[in-house]
């Protein structure tokens, strides 16, 4: 827009010369051609938009009536990259101004040093703004991989907190197990001794059953604490993103939507993981791999799925409708059997499938857990 708004003072300029020459048809025609072709420069690409007011400029040495509309050409050669090119003018210009009245080359060199200092203004302001614009947009671009790193930091963080809170819970239900439990069963088994040497005597044998029972109740109350600090120390989706971080050679991408998952299908489901990017990274030429977590209402779906390019034997995968008993058939590895027999412990099954990539799925049924 401001090139329009510079081009268009330009031409009143060049119209005020009119005024200051006899009129002739070729005057006309000299400003309809330096309106097309002020406006070829600018729809012509950049390497190519300074031809037009070059063949302009050319015309101009030869035709007087032309060079009065000079300065839009010189307007537009003064933007070029190439100092000849944008001195060019001044050649046309000069041979003009011998040939025209004195008014007439006054307004001409008048024009042409507008539309020069025009050009330069404008050209500045613009290369200024694009690299306003890029800086802004490097600077926009930092900010944003800098607010992802950070993010990630964030999330690291969080995922070794969690980490060390479930394996502290972890270390208190093993010293609860390995003292407190041990000391109550001691106590227990020594209140009943008690009671054997005490058998003849109903009074003290009597409070020796009340101080067993108590010890009974406190072994149950600290076994049942125990299991519940065991299961709250495994997390399913900590576990899953600690396996994928820990695997260095692939790009793993974790997608967890279940709740609540119980600890044993949280154990089969982390064994298969780990079996399976073991298996990716040394068999399948694989770069990325997802895991997918998500639970229904009648069961848990597992699904491990690289990108690897070398397709596995024939024998290791399933026909369609194949159950979890069919994996461990003949000529499969020992790591497959041994997934598959972890989702049929469950109740569950294991399927394998190539599909641009190995994949490995696992369902294990919510009925079979209660």
């Known amino acids: 827009m401001e090139r329009v708004v510079d081009k268009a003072i330009v031409l009143v300029c060049c119209l005020a010369g009119l005024a200051v020459v006899p009129w002739e048809p070729l005057l006309l025609v000299a400003l309809l051609v330096s309106v097309v072709v002020a406006a070829a420069a600018e729809v012509l690409p950049r390497r190519f938009s300074a031809l037009p007011p070059?063949?302009?400029?050319?015309?101009?040495?030869?035709?007087?009536?032309?060079?009065?509309?000079?300065?839009?050409?010189?307007?537009?050669?003064?933007?070029d990259d190439h100092p000849a090119v944008r001195a060019c003018w001044a050649l046309p210009a000069l041979a003009a101004a011998v040939r025209l009245p004195l008014p007439a080359t006054f307004v001409?060199?008048?024009?042409?040093?507008?539309?020069f200092l025009l050009s330069y203004r404008t050209h500045r302001s613009q290369t200024e703004q694009a690299a306003y614009r890029r800086l802004r947009d490097s600077v926009q671009e930092t900010s944003l991989a800098l607010?992802?790193?950070?993010?990630?930091?964030?999330?690291?963080?969080?995922?070794?907190?969690?980490?060390?809170?479930?394996?502290?819970?972890?270390?208190?239900?093993?010293?609860?197990?390995?003292?407190?439990?041990?000391?109550?069963?001691?106590?227990?088994?020594?209140?009943?001794?008690?009671q054997v040497v005490h058998r003849d005597d109903e009074r003290v044998r009597g409070e020796l059953a009340q101080v067993g029972a108590t010890l009974h109740e406190a072994m149950s109350t600290v076994r049942a604490s125990v299991h519940d600090l065991h299961d709250d120390a495994f997390d399913l989706e900590t576990q899953l993103r600690e396996a994928a971080a820990a695997c260095a050679t692939l790009a793993v991408d974790v997608d967890y939507?279940?709740?609540?998952?119980?600890?044993?299908?949280?154990?089969?489901?982390?064994?298969?993981v780990r079996e399976a990017l073991s298996n990716a990274a040394r068999h399948s030429e694989a770069s990325r791999v997802s895991v997918s977590v998500a639970a229904y209402p009648a069961f848990y779906r597992l699904v491990v799925h690289d990108n690897g390019s070398v397709p596995?034997?024939?024998?290791?995968?399933?026909?369609?409708?194949?159950?979890?008993?069919?994996?461990?058939?003949?000529?499969?590895?020992?790591?497959?059997?041994?997934?598959a027999d972890r989702a049929r412990a469950l109740g569950g099954m294991l399927r394998i499938d190539y599909d641009q990539g190995f994949k490995v799925f696992v369902t294990v049924p919510k009925e079979d857990l209660a």
């Not at 001409?108 to 539309?115: M, R, W």
């Not at 024939?314 to 997934?339: F, H, N, S, Y």
Request: aromatic share 4%; with cysteine; net charge neutral.
């Open 54 to 79: 070059l063949a302009f400029a050319l015309v101009a040495l030869a035709l007087p009536a032309f060079a009065l509309f000079l300065p839009l050409a010189v307007y537009d050669l003064a933007r």
């Open 312 to 339: 596995p034997p024939a024998a290791l995968l399933d026909r369609p409708g194949a159950e979890a008993a069919t994996v461990a058939a003949a000529g499969r590895g020992i790591g497959l059997a041994t997934m």
């Open 257 to 272: 939507r279940a709740a609540d998952v119980p600890a044993d299908v949280g154990y089969c489901f982390i064994a298969i």
């Open 147 to 194: 607010e992802e790193k950070n993010r990630g930091l964030r999330e690291k963080q969080d995922l070794e907190v969690k980490l060390a809170t479930l394996a502290e819970r972890g270390r208190i239900a093993r010293e609860i197990h390995d003292n407190v439990g041990h000391l109550l069963t001691r106590s227990i088994m020594q209140v009943e001794a008690l």
């Open 108 to 115: 001409l060199l008048l024009g042409c040093s507008l539309a």
